[in-house]
C-alpha cells in the first residue's frame, strides 16, 4: 500500500514541461490596422488627390450639405440619424436615383416611422420597389424599428449624437443587417464623425493605385484606409473618389453610363498614380 501510495504522489507532481516561446514568436494582431508594414498611402499623397479632385469636381451639392464647415439653413432642419440609416439602407445594390426615388415614394406613403412599424411588410416592398431588392431591404427596415422600439421605447435615433465612433459602431451592430459600409456612411454622414466608408468605386480606385496589398478585400481596405487618411481630410477625400469613380470609366469596372460619357476622362488626374495602366 505504501509503495501504490508513494507511485501516485510522484504521478500527481509530474506536470508537462510548458514550451519556451521565444519573443519573436509572439505575433500580435491588430484587428483595425490589417496592412501595418503597407506605408500607403501617405497624408501628402491624401492632400494632394484631395486638391486635385476638388478643383475637378467639386464637392457635389447633395454631399456638400453633410460637411462640418457647411453653414447651416436654419429653414431647413438636419436629417435625423434615422432618416440616414434608412436612406443609406435603400441605397444598397442600387443607382443614386433609384434610391431616392424610394426613399421619396417611402417618406410620401408613410409620413412618421411610427406608420412604417405599423405597415405590412408588403404595403413597405410596394413603396420602395422601385430601389430593388424590396423584400431584403423592408425587412431590415422593420427589424430595425421593431428592435428599436423594443431596446429605447421610441423611433429614434439621435443618442448617437455625441458618442464615439466605436461606440456607434457597437450600437449599431445590433441591428440585424446593418453591415459595416451601412455603419460607415451613417457616421460620415449624419453623424459627421471621422470616417472613410469604401464602397465599389472607392475600393476599385485603391487597389488601381496601390493604396492597398493586392490581397485586400473591402473590409480590410476601410480598416487600412481608416489608418492612414487624416482625419480631417476623409470628408472630401471620400466624397471626391466616389464621384471620380463614377465619373470616369478608366477608374471604373462599370463602362458607359450617362454620366461617364459627359466626362472627359482621357487625362484622369488619377493615372499618375496608377501602379499599372487601367
Known sequence: MEKKRKRKQAAETVKPKAKSVRAGQIQTENPKNPFPSHSAPTPQECLAIRDTLLTLHGIPPELAKYRKSQPTDDTAPPETVLDGLVRTILSQNTTESNSQKAFGSLKSLFPTWEHVHGAESKELENAIRCGGLAPTKASCIKNLLRCLLERKGKLCLEYLRGLSVDQVKAELSLFKGIGPKTVSCVLMFNLQ??????????????????????????????????????????????????????????????????????????????LNYYEEPV
Open 193 to 270: 464623425l471621422d470616417d472613410f466608408p469604401v464602397d465599389t468605386h472607392i475600393f476599385e480606385i485603391a487597389k488601381t493605385m496601390g493604396w492597398v496589398p493586392a490581397v485586400a478585400d473591402r473590409n480590410k481596405t476601410y480598416l487600412h484606409l481608416n489608418q492612414r487618411i487624416p482625419d480631417e481630410l476623409k470628408f472630401d477625400l471620400n466624397c471626391l473618389l466616389y464621384t471620380h469613380g463614377k465619373l470616369c470609366s478608366k477608374c471604373s469596372s462599370k463602362k458607359g453610363n450617362k454620366q461617364q460619357e459627359k466626362f472627359n476622362d482621357n487625362s484622369c488626374p488619377l
